[in-house]
């Protein structure tokens, strides 16, 4: 299993950028393949940005391509989500999760951070 505890949410302005990391536990942290999906008020979770095991491959919600970068650092136990240009629709719960299927295959994201705030006011 893998434990994830995501940070670094927050307030920030349209047009501004956040960082958010997704820290993990177990030394099997790089078996895992990463994503970050957001939910805001009233709508369903949906996916924003996922990388594969060794970081190599990267996907991207169209929504959001250009603007937000995942990386992850095994070594560190940490995936970040680098968030650019921000809108007020980005506004969400961002979650942190992880699976051991495919990683552009959302079904298989069985583990999942408490998740982190982002509020991005006009």
């Known amino acids: 299993q893998v434990q994830l505890v995501e940070s670094g949410g927050g307030l920030v302005q349209a047009g501004g950028s956040l960082r958010l990391s997704c820290a993990g536990s177990?030394?099997?942290?790089?078996?895992?393949?990463l994503g970050w999906f957001r939910q805001a008020p009233g709508k369903e979770r949906e996916f924003v940005a996922a990388?594969?095991?060794?970081?190599?491959?990267?996907y991207y919600a169209d929504s959001v391509k250009a603007r937000f970068t995942i990386s992850r650092d095994n070594a560190k136990l940490t995936v970040y989500l680098r968030m650019n240009s921000l809108k007020p629709e980005d506004t969400a719960v961002y979650y942190c999760?992880?699976?051991?299927?495919?990683?552009?295959?959302?079904?298989?994201?069985?583990?999942w951070g408490q998740g982190t705030q982002v509020t991005v006011s006009s």
């Open positions: 990388t594969s095991r060794n970081g190599i491959m990267t």
């Open positions: 177990g030394s099997t942290f790089s078996n895992y393949n």
């Open positions: 999760a992880a699976n051991r299927g495919l990683p552009n295959r959302y079904s298989d994201y069985d583990y």
